[in-house]
């Protein structure tokens, strides 16, 4: 079973124009995959496996970029 919860945020007055200048876009469900997006890239960061990998990159010198880039 999910359970489903509702979130209230405040937004500024322009971007509240913008949105009702659009109805034909489901905001809702752009909200909601931005906030998962959002909370799978700081799932990953908590990552164990990922935090070791990035430690021994540094450990063993790796380039910065290559670090960057995972």
């Given at each position: 079973?999910?359970?489903?919860?509702?979130?209230?945020?405040?937004?500024?007055?322009?971007?509240?124009?913008?949105?009702?200048?659009?109805?034909?876009?489901?905001?809702?469900?752009?909200?909601?995959?931005?906030?998962?997006?959002?909370?799978?890239?700081?799932?990953?960061?908590?990552?164990?496996?990922?935090?070791?990998?990035?430690k021994r990159w540094i450990e063993e010198g790796e380039d910065a970029?290559?670090?960057?880039?995972?």
């Amino acid at each position: 079973m999910v359970v489903v919860v509702n979130m209230t945020l405040a937004i500024p007055k322009e971007l509240h124009a913008t949105i009702k200048e659009h109805p034909e876009i489901k905001w809702t469900q752009v909200a909601r995959a931005a906030l998962e997006e959002k909370a799978e890239l700081l799932r990953k960061e908590q990552d164990p496996w990922r935090l070791y990998s990035t430690k021994r990159w540094i450990e063993e010198g790796e380039d910065a970029e290559k670090i960057i880039k995972l």
